[in-house]
């Protein structure tokens, strides 16, 4: 409640987007909602949200994936009939998106204010990052701060926190995106970063 909160104008409609979210959505409760007030606050208002429900059947949830899409124009919608699993969805999301950047996110997680302006900045001045993450705050009964800059080398005894990063979308594909077998545990994050380190693909963490 501390952090200042700036009123950033969105762009009109004519205007492309440079960089699309992708979410998976499983059972969506009203805490999406907290994500989509995070992404309209954003400095870098050329965004696309794009929220993958993955063969969900509930009533609840459709109801509130089609109240995001009226509250803003910027979001939109990918459906599977039956449930393949969230790193499949996040797969399709980055697929089907027609930007250079796509930033993956999770149903519930906040960003600050400047972390799309900053993240694909890093990656426009730095064409040697295939991705960037961003330092974190892990909300429970203690905050949890993760500010990871390990070298990608010490990826292959402990994994990063899983999630959060942006990624140029043709370096996401060149390392194969995610392995659905693996689960939804964290494990297919991993196994992401071990494969981008395997193909020459490095990036970096901007606090």
Same mark, same amino acid.
């Given at each position: 409640? /501390?952090?200042?909160?700036?009123?950033?104008?969105?762009?009109?409609?004519?205007?492309?987007?440079?960089?699309?979210?992708?979410?998976?959505?499983?059972?969506?409760?009203?805490?999406?909602?907290?994500?989509? *007030?995070?992404?309209?606050?954003?400095?870098?208002?050329? @965004?696309? @949200?794009?929220?993958?429900?993955?063969?969900?059947?509930?009533?609840?949830?459709?109801?509130?994936?089609?109240?995001?899409?009226?509250?803003?124009?910027?979001?939109?919608?990918?459906?599977?009939?039956? *449930?393949?699993?969230?790193?499949?969805?996040?797969?399709?999301?980055?697929?089907?998106?027609?930007?250079?950047?796509?930033?993956?996110?999770?149903?519930?997680?906040?960003?600050?204010?400047?972390?799309? *302006?900053?993240?694909?900045?890093?990656?426009?001045?730095?064409?040697? /990052?295939?991705?960037?993450?961003?330092?974190?705050?892990?909300?429970?009964?203690?905050?949890?701060?993760?500010?990871?800059?390990?070298?990608?080398?010490? @990826?292959?005894?402990?994994?990063?926190?899983?999630?959060?990063?942006?990624?140029?979308?043709?370096?996401?594909?060149?390392?194969?995106?995610?392995?659905?077998?693996?689960?939804?545990?964290?494990?297919? @994050? /991993?196994?992401? /970063?071990?494969?981008?380190?395997?193909?020459?693909?490095?990036?970096?963490?901007?606090?």
């Amino acid at each position: 409640p /501390w952090r200042p909160r700036l009123k950033y104008a969105p762009l009109g409609p004519d205007v492309a987007p440079s960089v699309t979210i992708v979410t998976p959505v499983s059972r969506a409760t009203p805490v999406l909602f907290e994500t989509l *007030e995070s992404l309209r606050g954003q400095s870098l208002q050329a @965004w696309r @949200w794009l929220l993958v429900e993955d063969g969900s059947r509930d009533p609840e949830t459709a109801a509130l994936l089609d109240l995001a899409q009226r509250r803003d124009a910027r979001v939109e919608r990918r459906s599977f009939a039956i *449930e393949r699993g969230l790193a499949r969805a996040r797969n399709v999301g980055v697929l089907a998106a027609r930007t250079p950047y796509v930033h993956l996110l999770e149903d519930g997680d906040l960003l600050e204010a400047t972390a799309l *302006e900053k993240a694909s900045w890093a990656l426009r001045s730095r064409p040697q /990052w295939a991705y960037v993450r961003a330092h974190s705050i892990e909300v429970g009964e203690v905050a949890l701060l993760h500010a990871e800059q390990a070298p990608r080398d010490a @990826w292959l005894v402990a994994p990063p926190v899983a999630g959060g990063a942006m990624f140029r979308r043709e370096a996401f594909v060149h390392a194969g995106g995610f392995d659905g077998l693996l689960g939804d545990d964290a494990l297919e @994050w /991993w196994d992401l /970063w071990l494969r981008c380190a395997d193909r020459g693909l490095a990036g970096g963490c901007i606090p």
